[in-house]
């Protein structure tokens, strides 16, 4: 079980050490990306679903814990929102963790489950639980548009 948890760390922290860095990309920027994970842990059961503005892949090996990885998308094809879920509460904080490490986009955090980026980036991450479809918990991290006003209030805790 051990090496199970290790590994599924070591494909989530890939992922989503990246995620926030996928916001903005268009949709074969994204798509090209993640053929290259795929390809660099030579999974073969790992699927995409794709609609009008999401697109989703579905990691289904035997070897690792399921994961879902969804990227959803603005009218002109660029991405808005991407999103990690799967079972492992202990793999997504360790992931959490490893994204704020990201000093270049400034992370503060507003509750348990949510934090900004600097304003400039204009970004929320939430961590979510029993977020459906089969998984206990998720990270999302999504563009928002928000005033400066808006922004200064949330930070100071006046929202």
């Known amino acids: 079980m051990k090496p199970l948890f290790l590994f599924f760390f070591l494909i989530t ?44 892949y579905l990691l289904r090996e035997d070897k690792v814990q399921h994961t879902d990885f969804k990227y959803e998308f603005d009218p002109k094809g660029k991405c808005i929102a991407s999103g990690v879920y799967g079972n492992c509460l202990q793999c ?18 507003i509750n348990d489950s949510t934090w900004l980026s ?13 977020v459906g479809e089969g998984f206990m918990y998720g990270l999302d991290i999504r563009k928002m548009i928000w005033s400066r006003t808006w922004y200064n209030d949330r930070i100071a805790g006046k929202i």
């Open 13 to 56: 922290s890939f992922s989503l050490a990246a995620q926030q860095q996928y916001i903005g990309l268009t949709t074969g920027q994204v798509k090209r990306h993640m053929r290259s994970y795929i390809k660099f842990y030579k999974y073969t059961m790992f699927t995409m679903e794709e609609k009008k503005n999401e697109i989703s």
């Open 92 to 109: 997504i904080e360790r992931d959490l963790n490893l994204v704020l490490k990201k000093d270049r986009y400034g992370w503060v955090k």
């Open 118 to 130: 600097s304003y400039r980036r204009s970004l929320q991450m939430t961590m979510k639980k029993n």
